[in-house]
Protein backbone atom coordinates (compact mmCIF):
# COMPACT_ATOMS: atom_id res chain seq x y z
CA UNK A 1 0.00 0.00 0.00
CA UNK A 2 2.83 2.71 1.15
CA UNK A 3 4.59 1.62 -2.46
CA UNK A 4 1.40 2.28 -4.41
CA UNK A 5 0.74 5.89 -2.71
CA UNK A 6 4.02 7.29 -3.56
CA UNK A 7 4.09 5.94 -7.33
CA UNK A 8 0.47 7.39 -7.29
CA UNK A 9 2.05 10.37 -5.56
CA UNK A 10 4.90 11.01 -7.55
CA UNK A 11 3.38 10.28 -11.28
CA UNK A 12 1.82 13.31 -13.58
CA UNK A 13 0.10 11.27 -15.47
CA UNK A 14 -2.09 8.81 -14.01
CA UNK A 15 -4.91 6.72 -16.28
CA UNK A 16 -7.51 4.55 -14.23
CA UNK A 17 -9.12 1.36 -15.62
CA UNK A 18 -12.47 0.14 -13.73
CA UNK A 19 -14.72 -2.53 -14.02
CA UNK A 20 -18.04 -3.74 -12.23
CA UNK A 21 -16.15 -4.72 -9.40
CA UNK A 22 -16.06 -0.80 -8.52
CA UNK A 23 -20.03 -0.28 -8.20
CA UNK A 24 -20.01 -3.93 -6.54
CA UNK A 25 -19.69 -1.75 -3.60
CA UNK A 26 -22.82 0.53 -4.51
CA UNK A 27 -25.59 -2.95 -5.12
CA UNK A 28 -24.60 -3.51 -9.05
CA UNK A 29 -24.31 -6.95 -9.67
CA UNK A 30 -20.72 -7.92 -11.14
CA UNK A 31 -21.15 -9.97 -14.67
CA UNK A 32 -18.71 -13.00 -13.58
CA UNK A 33 -18.97 -15.98 -10.75
CA UNK A 34 -22.05 -16.67 -8.33
CA UNK A 35 -23.25 -12.84 -8.74
CA UNK A 36 -23.02 -13.14 -12.55
CA UNK A 37 -26.26 -15.19 -13.28
CA UNK A 38 -29.42 -13.35 -13.86
CA UNK A 39 -32.67 -16.48 -14.02
CA UNK A 40 -30.46 -19.27 -15.73
CA UNK A 41 -28.38 -16.86 -17.98
CA UNK A 42 -24.57 -16.10 -18.07
CA UNK A 43 -23.49 -12.34 -19.45
CA UNK A 44 -21.90 -14.38 -22.52
CA UNK A 45 -25.59 -15.68 -23.11
CA UNK A 46 -27.54 -12.10 -23.43
CA UNK A 47 -24.76 -9.54 -24.37
CA UNK A 48 -24.66 -10.63 -27.99
CA UNK A 49 -26.26 -9.13 -31.11
CA UNK A 50 -27.54 -12.45 -32.23
CA UNK A 51 -29.04 -13.32 -28.50
CA UNK A 52 -31.00 -10.09 -28.83
CA UNK A 53 -32.15 -10.75 -32.46
CA UNK A 54 -33.15 -14.46 -31.11
CA UNK A 55 -35.58 -13.03 -28.29
CA UNK A 56 -35.22 -9.19 -27.97
CA UNK A 57 -37.76 -8.79 -25.00
CA UNK A 58 -35.71 -11.70 -23.27
CA UNK A 59 -32.39 -9.00 -23.53
CA UNK A 60 -34.52 -6.03 -22.67
CA UNK A 61 -36.13 -7.67 -19.72
CA UNK A 62 -32.47 -8.20 -18.54
CA UNK A 63 -31.44 -4.72 -19.18
CA UNK A 64 -34.73 -3.58 -17.51
CA UNK A 65 -33.71 -5.24 -14.02
CA UNK A 66 -30.43 -3.74 -14.22
CA UNK A 67 -31.62 -0.36 -15.15
CA UNK A 68 -34.28 -0.71 -12.25
CA UNK A 69 -30.67 -2.29 -9.84
CA UNK A 70 -28.61 0.75 -10.76
CA UNK A 71 -31.14 3.61 -10.58
CA UNK A 72 -31.64 2.70 -7.09
CA UNK A 73 -27.33 2.53 -6.63
CA UNK A 74 -25.47 5.84 -5.18
CA UNK A 75 -22.26 6.01 -6.16
CA UNK A 76 -19.95 4.52 -3.39
CA UNK A 77 -16.17 5.82 -1.85
CA UNK A 78 -14.31 4.07 -4.91
CA UNK A 79 -15.77 6.40 -7.10
CA UNK A 80 -15.21 9.60 -5.00
CA UNK A 81 -11.36 8.83 -4.35
CA UNK A 82 -11.31 8.45 -8.37
CA UNK A 83 -12.89 12.42 -8.24
CA UNK A 84 -10.31 13.55 -5.57
CA UNK A 85 -7.83 11.89 -7.95
CA UNK A 86 -8.92 13.45 -10.80
CA UNK A 87 -8.33 16.90 -9.14
CA UNK A 88 -5.05 15.91 -8.14
CA UNK A 89 -3.40 14.90 -11.39
CA UNK A 90 -2.34 17.33 -14.70
CA UNK A 91 -2.80 13.83 -17.04
CA UNK A 92 -5.76 11.73 -15.59
CA UNK A 93 -7.66 9.15 -17.12
CA UNK A 94 -10.79 6.96 -16.48
CA UNK A 95 -11.45 4.26 -18.80
CA UNK A 96 -14.17 2.03 -17.77
CA UNK A 97 -16.18 -1.03 -18.99
CA UNK A 98 -18.94 -0.07 -16.89
CA UNK A 99 -22.32 1.10 -18.43
CA UNK A 100 -24.11 1.98 -15.12
CA UNK A 101 -22.97 5.56 -15.20
CA UNK A 102 -22.15 5.61 -11.74
CA UNK A 103 -18.89 7.50 -12.21
CA UNK A 104 -20.66 10.42 -13.94
CA UNK A 105 -23.07 10.93 -10.91
CA UNK A 106 -20.31 10.79 -8.27
CA UNK A 107 -18.01 13.95 -10.67
CA UNK A 108 -15.33 12.33 -12.53
CA UNK A 109 -14.85 14.29 -16.17
CA UNK A 110 -14.37 12.64 -19.20
CA UNK A 111 -14.78 9.56 -18.86
CA UNK A 112 -13.90 6.86 -22.01
CA UNK A 113 -17.09 4.66 -21.49
CA UNK A 114 -15.76 1.59 -23.86
CA UNK A 115 -18.40 -0.86 -23.40
CA UNK A 116 -21.47 2.23 -24.08
CA UNK A 117 -24.15 3.61 -21.40
CA UNK A 118 -27.17 1.64 -20.55
CA UNK A 119 -28.60 5.02 -19.66
CA UNK A 120 -29.04 5.52 -24.06
CA UNK A 121 -31.34 3.47 -26.51
CA UNK A 122 -30.78 3.27 -29.92
CA UNK A 123 -32.64 2.61 -32.86
CA UNK A 124 -31.73 -0.52 -35.37
CA UNK A 125 -34.53 0.96 -38.48
CA UNK A 126 -32.74 4.73 -38.38
CA UNK A 127 -30.20 4.84 -35.80
CA UNK A 128 -31.03 7.41 -33.66
CA UNK A 129 -29.75 7.34 -30.55
CA UNK A 130 -31.15 8.96 -27.52
CA UNK A 131 -31.03 8.99 -23.45
CA UNK A 132 -33.99 7.10 -21.78
CA UNK A 133 -33.35 7.36 -17.69
CA UNK A 134 -36.69 5.69 -17.03
CA UNK A 135 -36.58 2.52 -15.18
CA UNK A 136 -38.73 0.20 -15.85
CA UNK A 137 -39.52 1.13 -19.24
CA UNK A 138 -43.21 0.99 -19.85
CA UNK A 139 -42.99 -1.42 -22.39
CA UNK A 140 -40.53 -3.93 -23.36
CA UNK A 141 -39.04 -4.40 -26.54
CA UNK A 142 -38.79 -0.06 -26.40
CA UNK A 143 -39.23 1.20 -29.73
CA UNK A 144 -38.30 4.15 -31.53
CA UNK A 145 -40.23 6.85 -33.14
CA UNK A 146 -39.80 5.81 -36.30
CA UNK A 147 -41.89 2.61 -35.44
CA UNK A 148 -38.20 1.08 -35.24
CA UNK A 149 -37.02 -1.75 -32.63
CA UNK A 150 -34.64 -0.10 -29.87
CA UNK A 151 -31.89 -1.62 -28.48
CA UNK A 152 -29.53 -0.86 -25.08
CA UNK A 153 -26.96 2.22 -26.09
CA UNK A 154 -23.89 -1.09 -24.78
CA UNK A 155 -21.40 -2.86 -26.72
CA UNK A 156 -21.99 -6.24 -26.85
CA UNK A 157 -19.56 -9.26 -27.69
CA UNK A 158 -18.37 -9.75 -31.62
CA UNK A 159 -19.26 -5.60 -32.25
CA UNK A 160 -16.87 -2.74 -32.42
CA UNK A 161 -16.23 0.14 -29.39
CA UNK A 162 -17.81 3.12 -30.17
CA UNK A 163 -15.87 5.42 -32.73
CA UNK A 164 -12.59 6.66 -32.03
CA UNK A 165 -12.62 5.30 -28.11
CA UNK A 166 -9.92 2.62 -28.63
CA UNK A 167 -7.52 5.29 -30.01
CA UNK A 168 -8.11 7.16 -27.06
CA UNK A 169 -8.25 4.76 -24.45
CA UNK A 170 -4.92 3.26 -26.03
CA UNK A 171 -3.35 6.45 -25.95
CA UNK A 172 -4.31 7.50 -22.13
CA UNK A 173 -2.72 4.08 -20.88
CA UNK A 174 0.47 4.52 -23.24
CA UNK A 175 0.69 8.37 -21.39
CA UNK A 176 0.53 6.96 -18.26
CA UNK A 177 3.39 6.65 -15.73
CA UNK A 178 0.60 4.64 -13.32
CA UNK A 179 -2.41 2.50 -14.29
CA UNK A 180 -4.63 1.57 -11.94
CA UNK A 181 -6.65 -1.81 -12.85
CA UNK A 182 -9.95 -1.71 -10.38
CA UNK A 183 -13.17 -4.07 -10.17
CA UNK A 184 -12.43 -6.04 -13.16
CA UNK A 185 -11.51 -9.73 -14.47
CA UNK A 186 -9.92 -8.91 -16.92
CA UNK A 187 -10.83 -11.42 -19.63
CA UNK A 188 -13.26 -9.48 -21.44
CA UNK A 189 -11.02 -7.71 -25.12
CA UNK A 190 -9.75 -5.14 -25.84
CA UNK A 191 -10.45 -3.07 -22.23
CA UNK A 192 -8.02 -6.32 -20.78
CA UNK A 193 -4.91 -5.41 -23.39
CA UNK A 194 -4.58 -2.02 -21.56
CA UNK A 195 -2.27 -3.39 -19.13
CA UNK A 196 -0.01 -4.81 -21.33
CA UNK A 197 -0.18 -1.43 -23.37
CA UNK A 198 0.45 0.63 -20.36
CA UNK A 199 3.17 -1.89 -19.24
CA UNK A 200 5.17 -1.32 -22.17
CA UNK A 201 5.44 2.43 -21.92
CA UNK A 202 6.87 1.44 -18.37
CA UNK A 203 3.91 2.12 -16.47
CA UNK A 204 3.60 1.01 -12.74
CA UNK A 205 0.68 -1.35 -12.79
CA UNK A 206 -1.79 -1.52 -9.52
CA UNK A 207 -4.62 -3.59 -9.15
CA UNK A 208 -7.36 -3.06 -7.19
CA UNK A 209 -9.33 -6.43 -6.59
CA UNK A 210 -11.16 -8.83 -4.02
CA UNK A 211 -9.50 -11.93 -6.04
CA UNK A 212 -6.72 -12.48 -8.39
CA UNK A 213 -7.19 -12.36 -11.95
CA UNK A 214 -6.05 -12.99 -15.23
CA UNK A 215 -3.42 -10.27 -15.29
CA UNK A 216 -2.25 -10.52 -11.73
CA UNK A 217 0.93 -11.72 -13.10
CA UNK A 218 2.06 -9.08 -15.11
CA UNK A 219 0.84 -6.18 -12.21
CA UNK A 220 3.55 -4.46 -10.07
CA UNK A 221 1.52 -4.12 -6.98
CA UNK A 222 -2.22 -6.23 -6.32
CA UNK A 223 -3.48 -4.92 -3.57
CA UNK A 224 -6.53 -7.11 -2.23
CA UNK A 225 -9.96 -6.22 -1.28
CA UNK A 226 -13.04 -3.79 -1.71
CA UNK A 227 -12.08 -0.61 -4.09
CA UNK A 228 -14.73 1.38 -1.76
CA UNK A 229 -11.94 0.89 1.51
CA UNK A 230 -8.97 0.37 -0.68
CA UNK A 231 -8.97 3.53 -3.03
CA UNK A 232 -9.71 6.20 -0.30
CA UNK A 233 -7.09 4.93 1.79
CA UNK A 234 -4.60 4.77 -1.32
CA UNK A 235 -5.49 7.97 -2.46
CA UNK A 236 -5.99 10.23 0.96
C1 LIG B 1 -14.30 -6.39 -6.79
C2 LIG B 1 -15.30 -6.07 -5.84
C3 LIG B 1 -15.02 -4.99 -4.97
C4 LIG B 1 -15.99 -7.74 -6.99
N1 LIG B 1 -13.87 -4.32 -5.11
N2 LIG B 1 -13.18 -5.72 -6.89
C5 LIG B 1 -8.98 -11.76 -27.97
C6 LIG B 1 -8.56 -10.48 -28.29
C7 LIG B 1 -9.49 -9.48 -28.61
C8 LIG B 1 -10.85 -9.76 -28.59
C9 LIG B 1 -11.25 -11.02 -28.27
C10 LIG B 1 -10.34 -12.02 -27.98
N3 LIG B 1 -11.01 -13.15 -27.74
C11 LIG B 1 -12.34 -12.88 -27.86
C12 LIG B 1 -12.51 -11.60 -28.19
C13 LIG B 1 -13.81 -10.93 -28.40
C14 LIG B 1 -14.54 -10.47 -27.19
C15 LIG B 1 -13.94 -10.97 -25.87
O1 LIG B 1 -13.19 -10.31 -25.19
N4 LIG B 1 -14.32 -12.17 -25.44
C16 LIG B 1 -13.80 -12.74 -24.17
C17 LIG B 1 -14.93 -13.25 -23.32
C18 LIG B 1 -12.78 -13.78 -24.51
N5 LIG B 1 -14.53 -9.01 -27.20
C19 LIG B 1 -15.40 -8.32 -27.92
O2 LIG B 1 -16.22 -8.88 -28.63
C20 LIG B 1 -15.31 -6.81 -27.86
N6 LIG B 1 -15.30 -6.29 -29.18
C21 LIG B 1 -14.31 -6.53 -30.01
O3 LIG B 1 -13.33 -7.19 -29.72
O4 LIG B 1 -14.52 -5.96 -31.23
C22 LIG B 1 -13.65 -6.28 -32.31
C23 LIG B 1 -14.35 -5.80 -33.56
C24 LIG B 1 -13.72 -4.87 -34.36
C25 LIG B 1 -14.38 -4.44 -35.54
C26 LIG B 1 -15.64 -4.95 -35.88
C27 LIG B 1 -16.25 -5.88 -35.05
C28 LIG B 1 -15.61 -6.30 -33.88
C29 LIG B 1 -16.55 -6.23 -27.17
C30 LIG B 1 -16.68 -6.65 -25.76
C31 LIG B 1 -18.01 -6.13 -25.18
C32 LIG B 1 -18.23 -6.62 -23.76
N7 LIG B 1 -19.55 -6.28 -23.37
C33 LIG B 1 -19.99 -6.50 -21.99
C34 LIG B 1 -21.50 -6.12 -21.90
C35 LIG B 1 -21.64 -4.61 -21.92
C36 LIG B 1 -23.05 -4.17 -21.78
C37 LIG B 1 -23.63 -4.57 -20.46
O5 LIG B 1 -23.18 -4.11 -19.40
O6 LIG B 1 -24.58 -5.35 -20.50
O7 LIG B 1 -19.23 -5.69 -21.09
S1 LIG B 1 -19.71 -8.15 -21.38
C38 LIG B 1 -19.33 -7.68 -19.74
O8 LIG B 1 -17.94 -8.00 -19.42
C39 LIG B 1 -19.41 -6.15 -19.72
C40 LIG B 1 -18.24 -5.78 -18.87
O9 LIG B 1 -17.88 -4.43 -19.10
C41 LIG B 1 -17.20 -6.77 -19.30
C42 LIG B 1 -16.08 -6.95 -18.33
O10 LIG B 1 -16.53 -7.43 -17.09
P1 LIG B 1 -15.84 -6.92 -15.74
O11 LIG B 1 -16.12 -5.50 -15.54
O12 LIG B 1 -14.44 -7.35 -15.71
O13 LIG B 1 -16.73 -7.72 -14.65
P2 LIG B 1 -16.52 -9.18 -14.03
O14 LIG B 1 -17.80 -9.58 -13.39
O15 LIG B 1 -15.96 -10.11 -15.02
O16 LIG B 1 -15.42 -8.97 -12.91
C43 LIG B 1 -15.68 -8.21 -11.74
C44 LIG B 1 -14.41 -8.19 -10.91
O17 LIG B 1 -14.62 -7.36 -9.78
C45 LIG B 1 -14.00 -9.57 -10.37
O18 LIG B 1 -12.61 -9.77 -10.65
C46 LIG B 1 -14.22 -9.46 -8.86
O19 LIG B 1 -13.27 -10.19 -8.10
C47 LIG B 1 -14.06 -7.97 -8.64
N8 LIG B 1 -14.78 -7.41 -7.47
N9 LIG B 1 -16.32 -6.90 -5.95
C48 LIG B 1 -12.94 -4.67 -6.02
N10 LIG B 1 -15.88 -4.57 -3.99
ZN1 LIG C 1 -35.86 4.83 -35.54
Given at each position: ??????????????????G?????????????????????????????????????????????????????????????????????????????????????????????????????????????????????????????????????????????????????????????????V??TSAVV??AA??A???????????E?????TAIS????????????????????
Open positions: MEQAREWIQNASSVAVLTAGISAESGVPIFRGDQGLWREYKPEDLATPEAFMRDPRLVWEWYDWRRQVIAKAEPNPGHRALVELECRKRRFNLITQNVDGLHDRAGSGRILKLHGDIWRLRCLECRADWPDRRAPLPKLPPHCRCGGLARPGVVWFGEPLPDGMWLEAEHAASDAEVLLIGYPSLGIARRTKARIIINMEEHEVDCSLRGPAGEILPRLIA
